[in-house]
């Protein structure tokens, strides 16, 4: 069994468009290479995708993991991040009460975004 | 009429759950607070919520625009920016083909992304 404990999983919406749920694999391969503070860092998509987010979370439990964050890729606080994402992490927890799970603001709720528009259009 | 001509417009999917489009509507305050190099930020919504693209667009039109970018406020590159996006764009682009509309990049597709993720986790 890996002895890792600290992981990250990275929660987007899910497309019927693969390459678009490609690009999440690919920036959690990105991230991976910008930060060394957990020990995995991967993907779950709430629909239309694989992983779900509780298949997400089992794999890594599985594998070992003690501690994880979930991170909502999503900009904004809509249904999905209030409710839906929720309610998937909170499936895995009833099952693996012995892991502790914790979820991340989603990112749209972060400080840089505006500035990281502005970056962007220039 | 407003002789201002560059403007924003900031394109989200919207949702049912009102407070989530707001925060849409907040950010383009915050925008236009940091960034002058527009006449005007608004946003405008694929789904859900109003104004829609093709009516936001119209309303800026109206209000004198001659040259409006439009961003997608999405963080992968589904449907939804593949295909919807510029379809709704391309409706007012055919109703007035006096006006320059540009449709940049979505905001998943920036460079700035990843390091954002790593700083909000942080």
Redesign the interface.
């Given at each position: 069994m890996n002895t890792s404990n600290k992981h990250?999983l990275?929660v987007?919406?899910g497309?019927?468009?693969e390459?678009?749920?490609n690009?999440?694999r690919q920036?959690c391969v990105?991230?991976d290479q910008?930060?060394n503070s957990y020990d995995s860092i991967s993907s779950g998509f709430l629909e239309l995708a694989e992983p779900s987010i509780p298949d997400g979370l089992r794999q890594l439990i599985t594998s070992g993991a003690q501690e994880i964050?979930v991170?909502p890729?999503?900009?904004?606080?809509?249904?999905h991040?209030?409710e839906d994402i929720p309610s998937e992490v909170d499936i895995v927890r009833q099952e693996h009460p012995e892991v502790s799970i914790h979820l991340?603001?989603y990112?749209?709720?972060?400080?840089?975004?505006?500035?990281?528009?502005?970056?962007?259009?220039r």
């Open positions: 990250l990275i987007a919406h497309s019927r468009r390459a678009s749920n690009e999440v920036l990105k991230l910008l930060e964050t991170m890729y999503f900009l904004s606080a809509g249904r991040v209030t991340a603001p990112l749209g709720s972060a400080e840089g975004v505006a500035p990281l528009i502005i970056k962007s259009l």
